[in-house]
């Protein structure tokens, strides 16, 4: 029995040194802009700009395949921010900031059939099968995905009202043109 114990030991200490290696060794380095796009961008991999994630995203910004307003929750400050990082001529004019709004779930209405949480990108909706569902309002990223989804109609988006719990400062949106000048 010991000597399965040290020989298992000793196999896995062997194999972690030779991963080790590896991973420092054979490290395959990426493109350090994609990177600092990647940083810049929310992080919620939401899919609203039509890639799976926010690193795709970045990188389809470097290669030139994508507008830098494709990012409906970073809105006009991250646009900007983008395009003077790229170097970008950049009209926001036609690109207006969304009110923050959040999925709500009528409870009368709700039947706990999952589909809404199973297209959520995010996975702010929380329940269980046959049971009533809910919404992390901290996670919502206001995608209307699951709307659609839902059969009943019990969910909906509803804007979140000003409170002093809820108030923000607003966004500056020349806050990096005015740093750098």
């Not at 395009?83 to 709500?104: I, P, W």
């Not at 009368?108 to 569902?133: E, K, M, N, W, Y």
């Amino acid at each position: 029995m010991l000597e399965a114990v040290v020989s298992l030991t000793a196999l896995g200490v062997g194999l972690g040194a030779v991963l080790g290696l590896a991973a420092r060794y054979l490290k395959v380095e990426g493109n350090p802009l994609v990177e600092e796009i990647e940083q810049m961008m929310p992080g919620t991999q939401c899919g609203q700009c039509g890639y799976p994630g926010c690193a795709p995203a970045a990188e389809g910004l470097v290669k030139g395949e994508a507008e830098v307003t494709l990012c409906p929750p970073g809105g006009k400050s991250l646009a900007a921010a983008l395009a003077d990082k790229l170097g970008v001529e950049l009209d926001l004019s036609k690109m207006e900031d969304k009110e923050k709004a959040l999925a709500f779930v009528n409870e009368d209405l709700c039947i706990g059939c999952t589909r809404c949480f199973q297209v959520c990108p995010t996975d702010s909706l929380l329940g269980a099968p046959q049971q009533i569902h809910t919404v992390i309002s901290d996670i919502c990223t206001s995608c209307e995905d699951c709307i659609e989804m839902c059969p009943t109609g019990a969910l909906s988006m509803v804007t979140i009202e000003k409170t002093v719990q809820t108030w923000h400062w607003p966004k500056p949106e020349n806050l990096f043109q005015e740093v750098n000048q």
